[in-house]
């Protein structure tokens, strides 16, 4: 498969109260053209500032985010604008991203008149056309307000929104976190489908892994800025590398009352990411940490094939 985007050394500061917080520190990772690569992690780990600076809505402090051979971080604004048809975002948040005094056929319409699409015809076909795909009704939706919508429903046209202009990758920022458990299922088939149809590529960005692992080629495990394992879905399941994944997937609750809650669960608040600790982060949470931890950046190797970790004593030694 052909490399679509490729991030490399992506940097991201923010000047707070004259010091600097470092969202998301040195991560590189590729995505290949039709994968769906999720990103998971706790809360302020940086996931959603990743996205953000790869889409460039936060421009990065530094780094090189290459999309399909062009170097997004070098473009100026009209460019940018225009490769923003091949680039979109599906927002956390579906109601709050919905402007609510505007109907739903000029909130799906508007990126196709940013766009440079002046034929109404032309603008009404497809968005009628997108709205059937991910199932609703034209007829009787088109010109209703957001507030008239569920919150599974606003999701729909926030996803019709992003794919009207038919783009080749899309970042899906927790799409289905804000949605009731019984409609998550409806939204992550319906973006496999989409997937399928559009010949989409997608970053998926959770904090449930249970989820990310019903729609994910590969996962990427963020914690407070760094990425510390990439794996394929089903080894990252069956053997994850780093201690921060395998503790992240002892959290992950079972339906079963006859099953004893982990025991062995990381203990502590993460640190602030105002002041990370020295060497690798995750060492004064994890249970392996030693005097190197504390010295010594780990670097991402590979450990196993196709699975990276960045780890002075990974599980799988």
């Known amino acids: 498969m052909s490399v679509l985007l490729s991030i490399e050394s992506l940097t991201v500061e923010y000047a707070v109260g004259g010091r600097t917080l470092s969202a998301v520190s040195d991560v590189s990772l590729t995505v290949d053209k039709g994968e769906t690569l999720g990103l998971v992690g706790e809360s302020g780990c940086g996931k959603s500032t990743l996205g953000r600076a790869v889409l460039q809505l936060r421009p990065p402090t530094g780094g ?56 109404k015809t032309e603008r009404d076909r497809k968005v009628r056309e997108v ?39 899309v970042v899906c920022d927790e799409p289905v976190s804000a949605l009731d458990v019984s409609i998550r299922a409806q939204i992550l088939n319906l973006l496999e489908e989409m997937k399928r149809r559009y010949g989409l590529t997608l970053l998926f960005i959770a904090h449930d892994l249970a989820v990310v692992k019903a729609v994910s080629d590969r996962i990427a495990v963020m914690y407070l800025g760094k990425l510390c394992e990439l794996s394929p879905t089903e080894q990252l399941f069956k053997q994850p590398a780093h201690p921060y994944t395998a503790l992240l997937l002892e959290a992950i609750p079972v339906p079963d009352p006859t099953v004893k809650p982990a025991t062995n669960l990381v203990v502590g608040e993460p640190p602030s990411p105002l002041d990370p600790p020295s060497g690798c982060r995750f060492r004064t949470r994890c249970p392996r940490a030693d005097a190197r931890c504390a010295a010594e950046v780990p670097a991402l190797r590979e450990v196993a094939p196709g699975q990276f970790a960045a780890c002075h004593h990974p599980l799988t030694d």
Not at 72 to 95: K, S, V, Y
Not at 132 to 159: K, M, T, W, Y
């Open 64 to 119: 090189k985010v290459t999309f399909d051979g062009t170097e997004l971080t070098t473009l100026d604004r009209e460019a940018m604008r225009r490769m923003r048809r091949r680039l979109q975002l599906i927002f956390q948040d579906p109601i709050a991203s919905l402007n609510p005094r505007r109907c739903i056929g000029d909130i799906i319409a508007e990126p196709l008149i940013i766009a440079g699409v002046t034929d």
């Open 131 to 169: 709205m059937i795909a991910v199932g609703l009704d034209p007829d009787n939706a088109i010109g209703r307000l957001p507030h008239e919508f569920s919150g599974g429903q606003c999701q729909r046209i926030s996803i019709a929104r992003a794919l009207i202009l038919e783009p080749e990758f």
